[in-house]
T-cell receptor
């Protein structure tokens, strides 16, 4: 079983739609959670961190469910520029020591006019 | 803005060659990382370094070595390139935070093809 699992997609949505991605992780010791965005043939960039209480940044909302070990990302009012691959990322390891990141393989989003 | 640069965007090498991939960051970050990214496998950590001359193995260190002689520079070395090392190589850096609560900033990547 992969440490971080995502639906690879692609998710094809029209502009203005709302779309949601889920991600599950296997290590219950994971402490920190993130969504990174990767445009085609570019490097990953941090989109947002995911907090236990859930957090919102403009059109983007991230949620964490520790009991079920999944993370979600909701994008409202999709724009063409949202087309990208969204990587779910969790820390690996225990509470102490250097925390390495484990990346999911990504969910591809295509927003069409 | 944090800038992470990698020495080459594209590289073609032959099997058995020694390959050096260089990464430089300009934000005085303590931590530096090397990943490879392959379709269906995502990013996998090869090596990381949390200080000058310090290095730790990641998840897939076999066939690779690293060098960090200066804080801003982290080199990945393929001692004898093989075709299964054809991949996209991404360097990243971050501030020191042992809880992992810091952003990793990535370079543009090097696409390596080993023939």
């Amino acid at each position: 079983r992969k440490e971080v699992e995502q639906d690879p997609g692609p998710f094809n949505v029209p502009e203005g739609a709302t779309v949601a991605f889920n991600c599950t992780y296997s290590n219950s010791a994971s402490q920190s959670f993130f969504w990174y965005r990767q445009d085609c043939r570019k490097e990953p960039k941090l989109l947002m961190s995911v907090y236990s209480s859930g957090n919102e940044d403009g059109r983007f909302t991230a949620q964490l469910n520790r009991a079920s070990q999944y993370i979600s990302l909701l994008i409202r009012d999709s724009k063409l520029s949202d087309s990208a691959t969204y990587l779910c990322v969790v820390t690996k390891g225990k509470n102490t020591g250097f925390q390495k990141l484990v990346f999911g393989t990504g969910t591809r989003l295509l927003v069409s006019p | 803005d944090v800038k992470v640069t990698q020495s080459s965007r594209y590289l073609v090498k032959r099997t058995g060659e020694k390959v050096f991939l260089e990464c430089v960051q300009d934000m005085d970050h303590e931590n530096m990382f090397w990943y490879r990214q392959d379709p269906g496998l995502g990013l996998r950590l090869i090596y990381f370094s949390y200080d000058v001359k310090m290095k730790e193995k990641g998840d897939i260190p076999e066939g690779y070595s690293v060098s960090r002689e200066k804080k801003e520079r982290f080199s990945l070395i393929l001692e004898s390139a093989s075709t299964n090392q054809t991949s996209m190589y991404l360097c990243a850096s971050s501030l020191a935070n042992w809880a992992g609560l810091v952003t990793q900033y990535f370079g543009p990547g090097t696409r390596l093809l080993v023939l």
